[in-house]
């Protein structure tokens, strides 16, 4: 690993905590390859480190944690390579997400400011996870021709009602009240008090310490709109979605219904159907070889490509989806995103069920 991608992770220990901090403030923390495999080779190190009780997870900079992967590399892969860079990254990143959610110790999230995809992978699986009134958190992947990943859409399948359906299908962000609602953290703390809770984590157990900063919960948005948010994202397929939406009346339905509209439709399908399929599949480690096996499959898709460009790299937010509309996105475009892969499977399950196994 190169000076550069090293400083891109900074690690040191404090006291009784092991420290991870993500250091690309310019691009919001966004990982990298180099940087999932930093965060993963330090907890191996401090997982057998008996002087290591915890493990602190923050970021650099003003403007938030870790604003997801780094997309533009993605798109360039996808646009001009085979793939193979961009699937090697992406089955570290989700060993990682599912080393974090069994990790032995408690690993503690500081999810402050922006925490997009990647970011909601290596915090919102952690075992002790902060917000604060700054905190912004999405999966935004539809905009961009992709489907929620990192375990993503397990963590939806897990809130109240249909909620995480709402998130994954619009991408909309949300502040700390509704994280806490949808489980997607534990704790407020005010973001003036990071500094010193970070000090305590140093000196005391890793609940002691967070319990010492903890702020009565804030009120959330989603709670007041659960009724008519149950009912239409029950649908069983994203049309009717869009039609209960529109046929319910209020404006903020029509809104939800148009922002819908403005997403991938490749997009759409598959995302609800792979929130349908981790229902089903239950564990993380099952859910995440299936997002596997859509993120492959997504580098073939052009809605990724032209995605990334509309919104990130040419920034001009007019993306033209291919195919353009619900209706042209047939069930085998669907059922493409989750064809077995073979030798090229993730195989966590397995792996999981043999270290159980040993034990």
């Not at 994202?233 to 819908?260: C, F, M, N, P, Q």
């Not at 596997?292 to 997504?298: E, G, K, P, Q």
């Amino acid at each position: 690993m190169t000076g550069g991608d090293a400083d891109h992770v900074l690690l040191h220990t404090a006291g009784r905590a092991a420290h991870i901090t993500l250091n690309r403030p310019r691009a919001i923390n966004a990982l990298n390859h180099a940087m999932v495999r930093r965060i993963d080779e330090a907890l191996t190190v401090w997982e057998r480190d008996p002087a290591v009780e915890t493990v602190v997870l923050t970021g650099a900079g003003e403007r938030g944690l870790c604003a997801g992967g780094d997309i533009r590399a993605i798109h360039d892969d996808a646009r001009d390579g085979d793939g193979t860079a961009s699937a090697a990254f992406w089955r570290d990143e989700y060993r990682l997400n599912a080393r974090i959610a069994r990790f032995p110790k408690p690993y503690v999230a500081v999810m402050d400011g922006i925490v997009m995809g990647g970011g909601v992978g290596v915090s919102a699986h952690g075992g002790i996870r902060i917000v604060t009134e700054r905190s912004r958190i999405a999966m935004p992947e539809t905009g961009i021709g992709f489907v929620p990943d990192v375990g993503g859409t397990h963590l939806l399948t897990r809130t109240p009602g249909e909620l995480g359906t709402h998130l994954a299908l619009t991408g909309a962000q949300i502040g700390a009240g509704d994280a806490l609602l949808c489980g997607l953290a534990d704790h407020c703390v005010p973001s003036a008090a990071l500094g010193a809770l970070v000090a305590d984590l140093a000196e005391l157990p890793a609940r002691a310490a967070v319990a010492r900063h903890v702020q009565e919960q804030p009120r959330g948005e989603l709670a007041e709109h659960r009724e008519w948010l149950d009912a239409c994202y029950a649908a069983d397929t994203v049309e009717e979605i869009v039609r209960r939406l529109l046929a319910h009346g209020s404006a903020v339905a029509k809104e939800t219904a148009e922002t819908l509209l403005a997403k991938s439709p490749t997009a759409l399908k598959v995302t609800l159907a792979a929130l349908r399929g981790a229902r089903r599949l239950g564990s993380l480690e099952r859910v995440l070889e299936q997002e596997y096996r859509i993120s492959c499959a997504a580098l073939t898709s052009p809605d990724l490509v032209e995605g990334i460009r509309a919104q990130v790299i040419d920034k001009d937010r007019s993306p033209r989806w291919s195919p353009a509309s619900l209706s042209e996105v047939t069930d085998a475009d669907v059922a493409r995103f989750f064809t077995p892969l073979g030798e090229r499977e993730l195989a966590l399950a397995d792996r999981v069920t043999v270290a159980e196994t040993a034990r």
